[in-house]
C-alpha cells in the first residue's frame, strides 16, 4: 500500500493542479465528509484532496449530461480507483459522492 500512495500521490497532485478548482470548491467540506464516512482510505488528507480534484477533473471531461467526450463514466472511475490506486470500491464510492458533493456539484446528473 506504502508503494500505491508513493506513485499516486505524484500523479493526483499534477491533476489537481493542471485543472482549476471551480469557484465552489470546498476542500475543507469535501475532507470532512470523506473522514467522517467510517471508510478506511489509508492515505494524507492531501492526497485526499487531490483525489476529489482529480475525480472532479474526470467526471468534468465524462460531461453532466452523460455524453462521452473524452473523460470516463463515474463506473469507470470506480474501476479505475480500485484498479490503479488500489482504494477499494466502498472507498471509491465515498470519495466520489464527497467530491461531486462538495467541489464538483455540477457533475452530478439532474
Same mark, same amino acid.
Given at each position: !500500500?506504502?508503494?500505491?500512495?508513493?506513485?499516486?500521490? &505524484?500523479?493526483?497532485?499534477?491533476?489537481?493542479?493542471?485543472?482549476?478548482?471551480?469557484?465552489? =470548491?470546498? /476542500?475543507? *467540506?469535501?475532507?470532512?465528509?470523506?473522514? *467522517?464516512?467510517?471508510?478506511?482510505?489509508?492515505?494524507? /488528507?492531501?492526497?485526499?484532496?487531490?483525489?476529489?480534484?482529480?475525480?472532479?477533473?474526470?467526471?468534468? !471531461? +465524462?460531461?453532466?449530461?452523460?455524453?462521452?467526450?473524452?473523460?470516463?463514466?463515474?463506473?469507470?472511475?470506480?474501476?479505475?480507483?480500485?484498479?490503479?490506486? +488500489?482504494?477499494?470500491?466502498? =472507498?471509491? /464510492?465515498?470519495?466520489?459522492?464527497?467530491?461531486?458533493?462538495?467541489?464538483? &456539484?455540477?457533475?452530478?446528473?439532474?
Amino acid at each position: !500500500m506504502h508503494l500505491t500512495v508513493q506513485i499516486a500521490a &505524484p500523479l493526483l497532485a499534477v491533476a489537481a493542479l493542471t485543472v482549476a478548482p471551480a469557484a465552489h =470548491a470546498d /476542500d475543507a *467540506s469535501y475532507l470532512a465528509r470523506v473522514n *467522517s464516512s467510517g471508510v478506511a482510505i489509508p492515505v494524507a /488528507d492531501r492526497v485526499k484532496v487531490s483525489s476529489g480534484h482529480y475525480i472532479c477533473a474526470q467526471l468534468r !471531461m +465524462y460531461g453532466h449530461t452523460g455524453t462521452y467526450r473524452s473523460g470516463i463514466s463515474p463506473g469507470d472511475l470506480v474501476r479505475q480507483l480500485t484498479n490503479t490506486f +488500489y482504494y477499494s470500491p466502498e =472507498a471509491a /464510492d465515498v470519495q466520489i459522492a464527497a467530491a461531486q458533493s462538495e467541489i464538483c &456539484p455540477e457533475t452530478l446528473r439532474p
